[in-house]
């Protein structure tokens, strides 16, 4: 299957500093990339959705001032938290799929802010 | 409302034993439905879908799953477990009108013992 992978798979920061994270598809055109958070023993809830080239669309509560997406190419999508807090230590996955076929995750990237 | 309900929050069974993992959603119409599974430190990976046709679906490494409208279930099935199914199962769903969004349940912890 396609592959969809996440820079860094860990990233541990000080509170108030903005940690940037990465989500690539590596043998297909991710025309749509998903952002999800994945609290322990929850499931995934879907931050936003992002179509290349356009802005992101994000999910009600979701603060898009904080969480930066940027979806600029067909391989890349970027996350930033900015201004991270405890609050936001969270497990982030990506997903990508190209126009309406199957879609395809990324392993994660486990955050913590101290 | 939730949309997915997976009532299994950790299923324990010893190799060789069936398996059924609960999954309702709460909608009248016409939906697509998946199971993925996340095995430790792993991505989500697709299992099965239902889009139309048989309710019976098959998918890889044996499993399978029945859509039965009238109780709106889509529950995952394995005759015979291994100790290498242990995992974290996740039934979703995309509901119409909603730019084919997966919508998650709560996830089914399944642990096998050897």
């Known amino acids: 299957g396609a592959v969809v992978s996440q820079h860094p798979s860990r990233v541990i920061c000080k509170s108030g500093t903005s940690v940037k994270i990465e989500c690539r598809s590596l043998?297909?055109?991710?025309?749509?990339m998903f952002w999800y958070r994945q609290f322990p023993k929850q499931s995934l809830m879907l931050m936003a959705t992002s179509n290349e080239g356009s802005k992101a669309t994000y999910e009600q509560g979701v603060e898009k001032d904080k969480f930066l997406i940027n979806h600029a190419s067909l391989t890349l999508s970027t996350l930033t938290v900015t201004s991270a807090h405890p609050e936001d230590s969270s497990f982030y996955i990506c997903s990508a799929r190209e126009w309406d076929r199957e879609q395809y995750f990324g392993p994660g990237t486990r955050l913590t802010v101290t | 409302a939730q949309s997915v309900s997976q009532h299994n929050h950790h299923v324990i069974l010893s190799e060789a034993a069936s398996l059924e993992l609960g999954c309702n959603y709460s909608?009248?119409?016409?939906?697509?439905l998946f199971w993925y599974v996340q095995y430790p430190g792993q991505h989500l990976q697709l299992l099965l879908k239902y889009f139309s046709g048989d309710p019976l679906v098959k998918g890889i490494k044996g499993f399978e799953a029945e859509f039965i409208k009238s109780k709106f279930s889509f529950n995952l099935r394995k005759p015979s477990v291994q100790w290498s199914d242990t995992a974290e199962y996740f039934c979703a769903v995309i509901l119409p009108g909603s730019a084919r969004q997966l919508t998650f349940g709560s996830g089914t912890q399944l642990t096998v013992l050897p």
């Open positions: 043998d297909f055109q991710a025309t749509t």
């Open positions: 909608y009248g119409g016409t939906v697509n």
